[in-house]
């Protein structure tokens, strides 16, 4: 007679998450700014893979005297507006997205930089030396 045991045989597997590497671009509007004006930067995130727009993500903008953070959109879309700086200077700024894991997928982190050169208001001089100009009008008008 032959007698079957029963036996059994665990195996198991681990699946690792895809790892994808992300692009952040960035750019600047405009690009030449008068301090105390007004500018924008914006830009998009994508999938280096397949080059697909990654929406509902988080920027985020560091530099200058400048800190802020905003969401990609459906077309992986960001969009600072409204940054100012009020003195002339060469700022840079750091545009960041830190990564996320979600199930299945890990999309790595990436960053962009950019920067503005900010003059002075160009008013100022014309002002000054408006006033100059006129004080030595009026001393040659008055000398005669």
Known sequence: ??????????????????VTDTLLTAQIEPTWVVQDQFFNIFGKL?????????????????????????????LGL??????????????????????ITVPGLTLKPSNALTGVNISGNMNAPLIVGGIAALSVILMAVSLK
């Not at 007679?1 to 895809?18: A, D, K």
């Not at 009020?86 to 990564?99: E, H, P």
Request: net charge negative.
């Open 78 to 99: 960001y969009f600072f507006s409204g940054l100012k700086e009020l003195v002339a200077d060469s700022y840079s700024y750091t545009i960041s997205f830190a990564g």
């Open 46 to 74: 994508t999938r280096t893979d397949t080059g697909a727009a990654l929406s509902g993500m988080t920027i985020t903008l560091s530099g200058g005297t400048q800190s802020a953070s905003t969401t990609t959109d459906a």
């Open 1 to 18: 007679m032959v007698t079957f045991n029963p036996t059994s045989v665990q195996i198991g597997i681990v699946v690792h998450p895809s």
